[in-house]
């Protein structure tokens, strides 16, 4: 399994942006598909957004299209999700998570390394 740690959460107004970021270590990073989920309080884990190795192949969730890029640098091991527009509703903490095929899922048991957590505030 990889082991991966986010960054780059905190407050931010509405409107407002972000950058997470995703380390990954422990296996061969760049050869895996990889995602973004989020969780509320009191809420599922839901999905992001998820690409394969080489950004040939990139999903999101409907509520972030048009507002939040996936991307990733291989040859850093490091995921990232750009997050612009930020709205009240994407509070959450977000959690980079890797699977151990190169394909794209937004289902959170195909994913079997997960990161601890960022969490992201919104105020409106």
């Known amino acids: 399994q990889a082991h991966l740690v986010e960054s780059g959460g905190g407050l931010v107004q509405a409107g407002g942006s972000l950058r997470l970021a995703c380390a990954a270590s422990g296996r061969t990073f760049s050869r895996y598909a990889m995602g973004w989920f989020r969780q509320s309080p009191g809420k599922e884990r839901e999905f992001v957004a998820a690409t394969t190795w080489g950004l040939t192949i990139t999903d999101y969730a409907d509520p972030v299209k048009g507002r939040f890029t996936i991307s990733r640098d291989n040859a850093k091991n490091a995921l990232y999700l750009q997050m612009n527009g930020l709205k009240p509703e994407d509070t959450a903490v977000y959690y980079c998570?890797?699977?151990?095929?190169?394909?794209?899922?937004?289902?959170?048991?195909?994913?079997?390394?997960w990161g601890q957590g960022t969490q992201v505030t919104v105020s409106s």
């Open positions: 998570a890797a699977r151990s095929i190169n394909v794209v899922s937004n289902i959170p048991t195909d994913f079997n390394s």
